[in-house]
């Protein structure tokens, strides 16, 4: 057994442990801490599975971390190594070499740390380029104000990669998340995932804390943005399987006039389209996880087109299902309404579908 597929058999079982509806209802009331399924990952050895041997890690990649995605998927579980450790580091790797940035990387890939990235605006289809939060020269330091949307992986983060404008253009400030005037909310998505909305008011950095500017944030936010779309793709496509699998055993079981639904033609028309919608999204995303090394236009175009296909694989997966079982879909007690209520917001995240491939058509000079 070589080390994906000892990955995998792990992560399945891990997942299996820690995941499925029954844990999303007990955390509602929780405001989507999920401090102790990090610290299980942290011990099972899962926080260096996407990083290089220089900082600790397993140089497993894309490749070892969208197998563990995958399986996170199908229990309904988003592991939080992807917004507290893999989608920082991914945005500190594209940043120019310092203390702080090796200092961080290295505690990150160990499960000493756990960061989050704050970009996104308050805007309906929010700029990378264009955030809310704003940096002003004053006493020389930068005085940080604004807010920061949907920030993943915020509740309970250690401290946050902000992404602010000033006179300068774009840079990424540390922000340690104990600093008083750094105020972190949590937003309830129906699919009870980790995420808030993040404040600051009059934040004051030292230079030694800017991480990236100008067009080394830009490099930085184009990397988190690829790196997001990726492992949102890999945890959708593993959902779709998992709603796939449930409906194909429902309609080999439930009877009606005598025979199982399975055998109507129409049933088997549609959930035939489901199996295809997967196939094709299983692609994209081994196509974005073997590209993601090579950076650029490329990277750029595989991960949009990763989380397009995954994002409307799951969500037509997930829609039939709820529609083949029936009125036992939307009740609180099915499973298969989660699946639901995680492709709505995964397909959403990091750029929608169509924001997805607008962004593969701009980087084919459409």
Not at 106 to 116: F, H, T
Not at 289 to 318: H, I, N, P, T
Request: with cysteine; glycine share 12%; net charge negative.
């Amino acid at each position: 057994m070589d080390e994906l597929d000892l990955i995998t058999k792990t992560a399945a079982e891990f997942c299996a442990r820690h995941g499925g509806a029954e844990v999303l209802r007990r955390r509602r009331a929780s405001q989507a801490d999920d401090s102790s399924l990090l610290q299980a990952c942290v011990e099972q050895g899962f926080s260096g599975v996407g990083l290089g041997s220089e900082f600790g890690g397993m140089d497993l990649g894309w490749q070892g971390l969208s197998t563990l995605l995958v399986e996170g998927g199908k229990q309904l579980i988003e592991l939080p190594i992807l917004s507290a450790i893999q989608l920082p580091v991914e945005t500190l790797m594209a940043c120019p070499k310092g203390a702080l940035r090796e200092d961080l990387i290295r505690r990150l890939g160990q499960g000493d740390l756990r960061s989050a990235v704050a970009w996104q605006s308050n805007q309906s289809y929010p700029s990378p380029y264009e955030p809310d939060v704003r940096a002003e020269r004053s006493n020389g330091q930068w005085v940080l104000s604004g807010a920061s949307s949907f920030v993943l992986g915020a509740i309970a983060a250690d401290g946050l990669l902000v992404s602010a404008r000033g006179e300068q253009g774009l840079m990424i400030a540390w922000v340690d998340a104990s600093n008083p005037r750094l105020k972190v909310r949590a937003q309830n998505l129906i699919d009870h995932r980790n995420c808030g909305q993040v404040e600051l008011n009059e934040v004051l950095v030292d230079d030694v804390l800017i991480i990236a500017q100008g067009h080394h944030a830009q490099m930085a936010l184009d990397r988190l943005l690829d790196a997001g779309r990726l492992g949102l793709a890999a945890q959708m496509a593993g959902g779709a399987q998992a709603s796939l699998d449930q409906t194909l055993d429902y309609l080999k079981t439930r009877r009606q006039f005598g025979a199982a639904i399975g055998s109507f033609q129409a049933l088997q028309h549609r959930i035939a389209e489901v199996f295809i919608r997967l196939q094709l999204a299983q692609a994209a995303l081994r196509i974005g996880v073997s590209d993601f090394g090579c950076g650029g236009v490329k990277r750029g175009r595989s991960a949009a087109l990763a989380k397009a296909q995954c994002g409307a694989a799951y969500v037509l997966a997930a829609k039939e299902g709820v529609q083949m079982h029936g009125g036992i879909g939307v009740t609180d007690e099915h499973d298969i309404g989660f699946h639901l209520k995680s492709a709505q917001v995964g397909n959403t995240l990091f750029g929608d579908g169509l924001t997805c491939r607008s962004v593969w058509a701009s980087w084919a000079g459409y």
